[in-house]
């Protein structure tokens, strides 16, 4: 047996280690993922196969069914189900997103310095100063999501917790115009805008206005939440609250958001 | 998707319908699982292979239009091996350690046994391929696992036939060693 023989054929380790990588393939959503990117219609081959599934389940009917095979059959059915629990999950997914850009929560425990205004009236001054978020705009990016997912003509507001209720006064319910967009770039300019405001207040000395400014936009705040928490804890410090500040520094080393670095220079620690 | 293959991807978005549409359908369906495992075995861990073969499939739709018929699979070999070659060198910078739990979490091919198995399998495939040098291991991938001609990989490769078979020859030599080394420690695992 040649060498070549050997590592081909032989049921040597070295020829099981050839055949594993022979047999290795992409994970479906890969391709899928890479087709989208590529552009080719049709999208997922995954949805392509689905979609053929459900035109062949329905063109051949119960009939042809028997003729093609019960397993074939249940095979395509099954490939049909999953297509459309795929699209409803998407589409549950969009009304998530909704309802999340909506009125989002804050997740830090730490309670704000500063009298928080009503989410809606907050939303409402974030529109009015930002160009790119004209009403006009913002409504129509609104109206074809709502037309692709059906929802109701409002989008009810979060549910906060009984003790926010109590602080806050109940919000009106926000309304489609309300929503900033939904694009993911957009929607991340909009942040950094928003904590450049509060930055450029904390440079100029008016530690209490950046607080009273970053309590305004928290509930906007969502990619950028560390960054947020980490201009408060600076924010905190240069207003003097010193004990604060270190109760949110010890918070968010607790929720583990890699920031330590940056904590322990804002602390001034070693 | 990394920063690479983000950026490949939006500057290629279409105006419009393209003209080699069909085309890069063609040669998408027929060598996307190709060229993925190509670059796993030259080197690319699996979550970036995803990104490397969206990002090698990129490449090719922007030079479709200057491409012969015919020579679609040398370019995507040709830039399979420069696309791996920057992401090995991006993970050594980053000194990324592949993290098999994650792999194993989204693997839903085979049974939890003959997965952790064949897992098992390709972590030693990768070791063993890691000795050779890159142009010793392109040839003996193509060859050994891809199960191309030696004709085929000296025109994939564009160099000539001998230089092929002495790159085999030395790439066997090479591969037999590290699978008998890794055999040793490993034989409780595999074999």
């Not at chain 1, 074939?72 to 009304?95: D, P, Q």
């Not at chain 1, 309300?178 to 530690?207: Q, T």
């Not at chain 2, 670059?39 to 699996?46: P, S, Y």
């Not at chain 2, 060859?143 to 030395?170: D, K, Q, Y």
Request: aromatic share 4%.
């Amino acid at each position: 047996m040649t060498e070549l023989d050997k590592l081909r054929n032989g049921s040597d380790f070295a020829a099981r280690l050839l055949r594993a990588g022979s047999a290795e393939q992409p994970m479906r959503a890969a391709r899928n993922r890479a087709a989208r990117a590529l552009g080719l219609s049709g999208v997922a081959a995954g949805a392509l196969l689905s979609s053929k599934a459900s035109a062949t389940v329905a063109a051949v009917g119960v009939g042809s069914a028997a003729r093609l095979g019960v397993p074939l059959f249940v095979k395509w059915l099954a490939l049909g189900m999953l297509a459309g629990g795929a699209v409803l999950g998407a589409a549950a997914a969009v009304r998530n997103a909704l309802e999340v850009t909506s009125a989002p929560a804050r997740r830090s425990s730490v309670p704000p310095v500063a009298m928080k205004p009503p989410i809606g009236q907050a939303r409402q001054l974030q529109v009015a100063g930002n160009s790119e978020l004209s009403e006009p705009a913002a409504s129509a990016a609104a109206d074809e999501l709502h037309a692709s997912v059906g929802a109701s003509a409002s989008v009810e507001p979060p549910r906060l917790s009984s003790s926010a209720s109590a602080r806050l006064p109940s919000p009106p319910p926000a309304t489609i115009a309300d929503l900033p967009p939904v694009n993911g770039d957009a929607l991340l300019s909009h942040e950094i805008e928003l904590l450049e405001r509060v930055r450029v207040k904390l440079r100029a000395g008016k530690s209490g206005e950046a607080l009273a400014e970053l309590n305004a936009v928290s509930g906007d705040i969502q990619s950028l939440m560390t960054e947020a928490d980490l201009l408060r804890v600076e924010a905190l410090l240069a207003h003097g609250e010193r004990a604060r500040a270190e109760a949110l520094a010890e918070e968010l080393r607790r929720r583990g958001g890699g920031q330590n670095f940056r904590l322990k220079r804002l602390l001034g620690r070693p | 998707m990394n920063d690479q293959a983000m950026l490949a991807t939006r500057a290629l978005q279409p105006a419009g319908p393209r003209p080699d549409e069909a085309r890069l359908r063609r040669l998408f369906d027929d060598h996307f699982s190709w060229v993925w495992r190509f670059v796993r075995r030259l080197g690319v861990a699996e979550p970036q292979a995803d990104d490397a073969a969206q990002q090698i499939f990129c490449v090719l739709a922007e030079r479709l239009g200057e491409l012969e018929p015919g020579k679609e699979k040398s370019f995507l070999a040709g830039t399979a091996l420069r696309v791996s070659s920057n992401y090995r060198r991006s993970a050594r910078r980053r000194r990324e350690i592949p993290d098999a739990s994650l792999e194993f979490a989204v693997d839903t091919r085979d049974d939890p046994e003959q997965m952790a198995e064949h897992r098992s399998e390709l972590a030693l495939l990768d070791r063993a391929l890691d000795q050779l040098p890159s142009e010793l291991r392109a040839a003996f991938v193509l060859f050994e696992v891809e199960n191309h001609s030696m004709l085929e990989i000296a025109e994939l490769l564009g160099i000539p036939r001998g230089t092929v078979a002495s790159r085999l020859r030395r790439a066997r030599e090479q591969f037999q060693a590290a699978a008998h080394a890794l055999q040793g420690g490993t034989s409780d695992r595999v074999g």
